[in-house]
């Protein structure tokens, strides 16, 4: 009776101690990988390979995982807002120095009637450039962030170009810029008549800057299966193959216009707004003869064609 009272305390004892040392070594365990998500350091792999241990490490790395990839975006939407900042501060410089300047002009009590008209003409203008871009700005960061909704639906696209061209007639025409459209039937497409204007006015007025006076900007409808291209063709400068995937880019500029006005934003917004309606926007060009930008909208069911 003493012998088995003896082996089973001895048992108990053991039983004890193993779960002492099993608690312990736990413990030192979790203790260590605590220790290496806090140093950031890649949790190392327990002796231990199954069990409540082993379950605990992998839950561990997850949480590491999920630590490690809120760290890198924050990171990202760091430089991101800094580069935001940096570049929208390098926008407004411009008109506004240009208004300061203006501005000290007209201040000057001798100047004559002709002069004060003019300055103050360029003074409208330079107001006119930094309104344009903060509107720019102000849909662009919106837009990124999802702050603006707004829908779409099956709309003529005929009246959307004819939109876009009146708002750039009177530049094309002070730079004797001939705008054709090839003819086409009216198709209902997928998109929203005012945001997909803007996109149409971005492109013809990047076409009317860089297209030498009595050069022509034609426009074409494809209708494809899924899609209609809406494409738009100039007899501009051109655009360097290297660069046909940087230009959508926020605040991408080419080097061969770094000096002439413009703000690297239009292109960059265009290719937003079309994202929202589901649609895309390419580009081709040669350089020195002329580039192609091709606007892809989604037809509606059955193709509907409108007649007049």
Known sequence: ???ILAALLLAALS?????????????RVIDRMMDEILDGEPISRSDIQE????????KARR?????DLGISH????????KSLI?????QLKTPLAGLMMYRELLENEKLDAVKRKKFLGKMKQQ????DWILQSLFKMVNLEQGAVVFEAEPLPIKETIADAVTAVWDKADQRNIFIETAPFENLKLWHNRKWTAEVFVN????????TQPGGKITIRVHPMEMYTEIAVTDTGRGIRTEELTEIFKRFYRSRDVENLEGSGIGLYLSRLILEHEKGYITAASEYGKGSTFSIFLKNCGGMEKITR
């Open 127 to 130: 107001s006119e450039k930094l």
């Open 74 to 81: 924050a990171e990202t939407e760091k430089e991101q807002v």
């Open 1 to 3: 009776m003493n012998g």
């Open 51 to 58: 069990g409540e241990i082993s379950a605990l490490a992998s």
């Open 203 to 210: 492109i013809l007025e990047n076409a009317v800057k860089y």
């Open 63 to 67: 949480i590491q995982e999920k630590v």
């Open 86 to 90: 940096s570049n929208m501060s390098h």
């Open 15 to 27: 039983g004890c101690v193993y779960g002492w040392y099993r608690n312990r070594k736990m413990y």
